[in-house]
């Protein structure tokens, strides 16, 4: 096969593709191109706020952060895991993924910014700050992202990243000075040092060394669901997935029992059932029901 004939078919191959990358380029980039008619007709005569950029910016930052570190790239096929699977490709794949999800979400996030700061024209003061707090919330990302974490550490997380869009309205209310951008990225900078330690080498990271095999079939049933919801037009089943729940944690809590306490007080109960309920030993009490 001469070298023409090989490079033929490699153009075969790669033309859908390049052709794909080149309309969403133009798709991209046509907006910069005509900024007064897009200001025009999303703005129109209002002045926009001077610091709506930055909020764009921390709302992007916020979202990321929070897609993120649900580590949903930590999955495998079943059949693989039972018939195929090696450990040291696996933990590759997923380190993969990880730098993946985290290079499309953030080259979002600088579009969406650029062109919020194309449309918003506002001041140009905070672009350093900005640049500093992007690099120091991409990095604490990727470095949690890394790290495993107990079911406490995610909501923590999920909190904390809540924390972004909030500093993104108060600095387009100008509440806040820009300047807070420079504390966020000093702030994701030393976290992002404190926690690299622990999270594993470049392409192994420690989340997927210690993934067991109900977590990534777990993992890998919501991609699926997720996938054939978007395939089928199905949006109810992008919600998350139902987590176990026991009846006894339903009616044990103290708001609860005292709620079976006062209807029994109110109702006339005996005396013996409102001590039940009060102390807990028993919620299926038939006279609270009937209350």
Known sequence: MSALTRFGKWLYRISDA????????????SPFYHLPDVRAHLIGSAAAPPFAAPAVLCLGLGLALRSLLRREFVWQDPAKLTWSDGTDGRIRAIGRRLWGGWGLRFVLVAYATAGGA???AGAQSWVWAGLAGFSGVAAIAVVSARRTASVRVRWVEQIVSLVLPLLGSLLAVRVLPWS???GVAIVAALGAAGLLIGSGPLLRP????????GEL???YNDRLVRRMSVAFLDLLALLPGPRTFTWSRLFAGPVVVLRFVSAACSRGAPRCCSACCWSGRSPWCTWCFRC
């Open 118 to 120: 194309a449309l918003f």
């Open 206 to 213: 420690a989340v997927a060394s210690r993934a067991v095999r």
């Open 18 to 29: 390049v052709l794909i990358t080149v309309g969403l380029a133009a798709l991209a980039s």
């Open 180 to 182: 807070w951008l420079w």
């Open 217 to 219: 079939v777990e993992q």
